[in-house]
T-cell receptor
Framework: AQKVTQAQTEISVVEKEDVTLDCVYE???????LFWYKQPPSGELVFLIR??????QNEISGRYSWNFQKSTSSFNFTITASQVVDSAVYFC???????????????FGGGTRLMVKP | AAGVIQSPRHLIKEKRETATLKCYPI?????VYWYQQGPGQDPQFLIS???????DKGSIPDRFSAQQFSDYHSELNMSSLELGDSALYFC??????????????FGPGTRLTVL
């Protein structure tokens, strides 16, 4: 069975601080995808990034960066110089790569609520 | 770019009533998923369809049913509504090619309130 754990339920930072959101996962699949989604107060789920289990390269996109370490089953997300608009719930998710009988649904972590104060 | 469309965005029903939620996937996406998110919880997978066939089933109550139509839109039918069904219902869509499914993109959700 797949499992995603986001140990930090809530983080509060002051604007311009850097913040890292932790994500640890469990899966028996050898091929899988990892995702981060953002859920702002308006409620929609916004896709941020997808990582294939074969690709352990870190990725940077503007103020966002992701650190994928297969050895520790972690896929952490860092926001540099946080802004008030970053306030949201962030979900880490895991999915089998292939469409098969085992299913290809997303397994979400419990989410981390990030509050960025001005 | 076109996104996933869900209707209605808000729905208020009484206990024991029925509700139908609709989802229109991103053009050329052939796989549709339904998720339920209770207050303060993470989204929970309900059911998915690929090329109009059910591809996987999660924790969907027997009172709920869903289908995907020939134009790839999907409907989630909920009967004998209970107070606990109050939640945000998301539809997501993705494209599947060569047995590999791409990223799931979510619609804005339908907020269902059961009184």
């Amino acid at each position: 069975a797949q499992k995603v754990t986001q140990a930090q339920t809530e983080i509060s930072v002051v604007e311009k601080e850097d913040v890292t959101l932790d994500c640890v996962y469990e899966t028996r699949d050898t091929t899988y995808y990892l995702f981060w989604y953002k859920q702002p107060p308006s409620g929609e789920l916004v896709f941020l990034i997808r990582r294939n289990s074969f690709d352990e390269q870190n990725e940077i996109s503007g103020r966002y960066s992701w650190n994928f370490q297969k050895s520790t089953s972690s896929f952490n997300f860092t926001i540099t110089a946080s802004q008030v608009v970053d306030s949201a719930v962030y979900f880490c998710a895991l999915r089998d790569q292939y469409l098969n009988n085992a299913g290809n649904m997303l397994t979400f972590g419990g989410g981390t609520r990030l509050m960025v104060k001005p | 770019a076109a996104g996933v469309i869900q209707s209605p965005r808000h729905l208020i029903k009484e206990k024991r009533e029925t509700a139908t939620l609709k989802c229109y996937p991103i053009p050329r996406h052939d796989t549709v998923y339904w998720y339920q998110q209770g207050p303060g919880q993470d989204p929970q997978f309900l059911i998915s369809f690929y090329e109009k066939m059910q591809s996987d089933k999660g924790s969907i109550p027997d009172r709920f049913s869903a289908q995907q139509f020939s134009d790839y839109h999907s409907e989630l039918n909920m009967s004998s509504l209970e107070l606990g069904d109050s939640a945000l219902y998301f539809c997501a869509s993705s494209q599947t090619s060569g047995g590999i499914t791409d990223t799931q993109y979510f619609g804005p959700g339908t907020r269902l309130t059961v009184l």
